[in-house]
């Protein structure tokens, strides 16, 4: 499969999607400690990619995404953006909602 296939695929079947060096219980960088630890405030369970693990989709992701750095927060398949924009959302409230939100569509779907 294509690598932009896959990062379709993964966006796709990923209500929650965090691009990210490393894993939630191990970043690999502070950006990626800081948008997780915002993630994991909501209280909902998010999926994960490893970047560092995945070499074709660190050089791939920024041109498909048209975002250059990591971690990229994709929600419902909209690219949300980096710590920054994830830590002014999750100060806000936004964040919660968004992820709430994401979250009960994917039970309401599994319910169905």
Known sequence: MDIIETIKEQIENNAILL???GSPNAPQCGFSQ???QALMACGEKFAF???LQNPDIRANLPAYANWPTF???WINGELIGGCDIISELHD???LQTMVK???AK???KADA
Do not use: C, F, H, N
């Open 101 to 103: 939100d994401a979250a």
């Open 34 to 36: 800081r948008a997780t």
């Open 92 to 94: 806000s409230g936004e």
């Open 19 to 21: 691009y990210m060096k």
């Open 71 to 73: 971690p990229q927060l």
């Open 106 to 108: 994917v039970a309401a």
């Open 49 to 51: 990619v490893d970047i």
